[in-house]
């Protein structure tokens, strides 16, 4: 058995939509583009991620994701991060995994040890594990045993809903506060918090 990782992707020229008033639409286009970039090689390289699938309505989005080993999902419409995120939820009914773990790319410190600590946190088998935001009330990454009825929230106070949800439908819920994940890319806010190293490498200026 195997774990999966659900990567959704808007496509390039509409993610970031809050950072609009920082930069001009071709440096935020490729922005978005390092980032997914990046979130795709950090999984690669992670052992305990056997795939990768990303799943985008952008036929550019897949064709870069193809390039990097992973496998891809078209989105159909209604277009939404959490419809999406279903979509490939039910693909993944049909392959030989236990466990999924959903993960967006707009996590700029995002490193192989964090993954390593979310996949391996614990030896007990609990059917959903959760890393919100710095503020606890977005989701920055679930971890899924595989057969759990998870209903994708994504959104406002997403945290809250994810965790009511796991313990209404299973009563089994980790929370892990793991920095890295935590540390989105959402609002000028977020890349104030970002060091100078991280800046440089994905041409941010602030």
Request: aromatic share 6%; net charge neutral.
């Amino acid at each position: 058995m195997s774990t999966w990782a659900i990567v959704p992707v808007k496509p390039f020229s509409e993610g970031k939509s809050r950072l609009r008033a920082c930069f001009n639409p071709d440096h935020l286009l490729e922005i978005n583009r390092k980032c997914f970039s990046r979130t795709l090689k950090t999984l690669q390289a992670c052992s305990g991620i056997n795939q990768v699938l990303v799943v985008s309505r952008s036929d550019e989005v897949l064709s870069l994701a193809l390039g990097y080993g992973a496998e891809v999902l078209m989105e159909k419409p209604p277009y939404s991060l959490n419809n999406g995120i279903s979509q490939a939820l039910a693909y993944l009914t049909e392959k030989d995994c236990s466990k999924i773990l959903i993960i967006p790319t707009d996590l700029p410190r995002l490193e192989v040890d964090d993954l390593d600590q979310l996949l391996n946190h614990t030896k007990q088998s609990s059917t959903i594990r959760l890393v919100p935001d710095n503020f606890q009330t977005g989701t920055n990454a679930v971890l899924l045993t595989k057969g759990f009825d998870f209903e994708p929230q994504f959104g406002r106070n997403s945290f809250q809903k994810h965790s009511r949800q796991a313990l209404k439908l299973s009563g089994k819920l980790e929370v892990l506060l793991l920095e890295n994940i935590q540390h989105d890319l959402d609002t000028y806010a977020d890349l104030k918090m970002l060091d100078e190293d991280i800046l440089k490498q994905f041409e941010l200026r602030i």
